[in-house]
């Protein structure tokens, strides 16, 4: 088993510019969710899904997309840069049962200018 | 007020020391994780706990439900485990609520 795949890991951006994050998972998990992080502020949740078709917002969703159209896929879109989108970007998946581990990809890096 | 509060938020020892990491946090919960990021990596569970206390080698992980504490010791510590621990609830069905992060540093 991958776990979570996610791409790249490094990106540059400049103001305005789109671009998607991709996140794939190999373990039929019903949960995947995407986080930022940022110095001091811990992960936060910007956006998230508990099956195929179904995706919700979280905490920081705006300038950001999401679809599932798959169980194993949840792309993140960000749609018009900007700088206050730079961090570093993690995708998660777990199971739906409440109890269970996370599994998150490698991180993305992105610096929007 | 955060949901989760971890303590402290920076600590640095020698090698061989033994360490504690400390998460309160305020909500109900479900199970409570422990996860490890290196700098500039990914973030990787450690633990998922919901009751009583775990043990990998030389991590050990204890929660207290009723008084919604939960602590992250390291025996025999080493630079290798200089990295940033993460304290995370799972609140509900799914929905991951984070620590701030303990960055720690093992000098040799």
């Known amino acids: 088993n991958a776990g979570v795949t996610q791409t790249p890991k490094f990106q540059v951006l400049k103001t305005g510019q789109s671009m998607t994050l991709q996140c794939a998972q190999d373990?039929?998990?019903?949960?995947m969710s995407w986080y930022r992080q940022d110095p001091g502020m811990g992960l936060r949740l910007i956006h998230y899904?508990?099956?195929?078709?179904?995706?919700d917002q979280g905490e920081v969703p705006n300038g950001y997309n999401v679809s599932r159209s798959t169980t194993e896929d949840f792309p993140l879109r960000l749609l018009s840069a900007a700088p206050s989108q730079t961090s570093v970007y993690f995708c998660?998946?777990?199971?739906?049962?409440?109890?269970?581990?996370?599994?998150f990809g490698q991180g993305t890096r992105l610096t929007v200018v | 007020k955060n949901e989760v509060e971890q303590s402290p938020q920076n600590l640095t020892a020698q090698e061989g020391e033994f360490i504690t990491i400390n998460c309160s946090y305020s909500?109900?919960?479900?199970?409570l994780h422990w996860l490890q990021q290196h700098p500039g990596g990914g973030i990787v569970s450690l633990f998922m706990?919901?009751?009583g206390k775990k043990k990998h080698g030389r991590l050990i992980a204890t929660i207290n439900i009723q008084e919604k504490h939960s602590s992250l010791h390291i025996t025999a510590s080493h630079p290798r485990d200089s990295a940033v621990y993460i304290c995370a609830v799972t609140q509900g069905a799914q929905k991951l609520v984070f620590g701030q992060g303990t960055r720690l540093t093992i000098n040799p």
């Open positions: 998660a998946s777990t199971e739906w049962t409440g109890n269970t581990e996370a599994f």
């Open positions: 373990m039929n998990h019903e949960y």
């Open positions: 909500v109900g919960i479900s199970a």
């Open positions: 706990l919901s009751s």
């Open positions: 899904s508990v099956g195929a078709g179904i995706t």
